[in-house]
């Protein structure tokens, strides 16, 4: 069964730091790519950021509103995903949940991918 | 970034109704559009990928369509299980952004 579990949420202060983890199960993880996207309470959901496979060269991209304060690596020998969070801010408290990336298809402009399976989340309150 | 607009916000529906829920891209996306299922406290649930293929196990009741612009999601008998929040998500071009929900809820 695929599985995916995170970890590492907590209360944190205004500009503080924290580390979220995700534990990978039940499938080849090394082969897909990951994203972390989060639900801030009562609201939808926002997408965080994406790393990509080896293959990719472990290549990464992220949402307009966490770049150059958060950061996602992986460890493929570890079967885990992790989302480095820096200078945080009262409006990154949401839920954060990973999800497995799948492929979906390509045409003449690249390649298209899709989340296809999440974690049941992990929560992050930012507040003093 | 591309914007995703859902409507209705909220449906009010009964079982065994036929719900349509439609969400418009700010600019062609073709076929790469997903979406999910939210139930309260739960982690999102993929029902539709490429637009319009069911992802395996879900029910056949569901089902989607559209490409370019506009794109809906119908669930074609409502059942208990089914009253959650639906969101669609373009995965055409960077940064892959959702609509903002449709609550279904019991009429």
């Not at chain 1, 290549?59 to 966490?66: L, P």
């Amino acid at each position: 069964e695929v599985q995916l579990v995170e970890s590492g949420g907590d209360l944190v202060q205004p500009g503080g730091s924290l580390r979220l983890s995700c534990a990978a199960s039940g499938f080849t993880f090394s082969d897909h790519y990951m994203d972390w996207v989060r639900q801030a309470p009562g609201k939808g959901l926002e997408w965080v950021g994406r790393t990509r496979n080896k293959a990719n060269s472990y290549t990464t991209e992220y949402a307009a509103s966490v770049k150059g304060r958060f950061t996602i690596s992986r460890d493929d020998s570890k079967n885990s995903l992790y989302l480095q969070m820096n200078s945080l801010k009262t409006e990154d408290t949401a839920v954060y949940y990973c999800a497995r990336v799948r492929y979906s298809g390509y045409d003449y402009r690249g390649y298209y991918y899709y989340m296809d399976v999440w974690g049941k989340g992990t929560t992050v309150t930012v507040s003093s | 970034d591309i914007q995703m607009t859902q409507s209705p916000s909220t449906l009010s529906a009964s079982v065994g109704d036929r719900v349509t829920i439609t969400c418009r891209a700010s600019q062609s996306i073709s076929s790469w559009l997903a979406w999910y299922q939210q139930k309260p406290g739960k982690a999102p649930k993929l029902l539709i990928y490429k637009a319009s293929s069911l992802e395996s196990g879900v029910q056949s009741r569901f089902s989607g369509s559209g490409s370019g612009t506009e794109f809906t999601l119908t669930i074609s008998s409502l059942q208990p299980d089914d009253f959650a929040t639906y969101y669609c998500q373009q995965y055409n071009s960077y940064s892959w952004t959702f609509g903002q929900g449709t609550k279904v809820e019991i009429k």
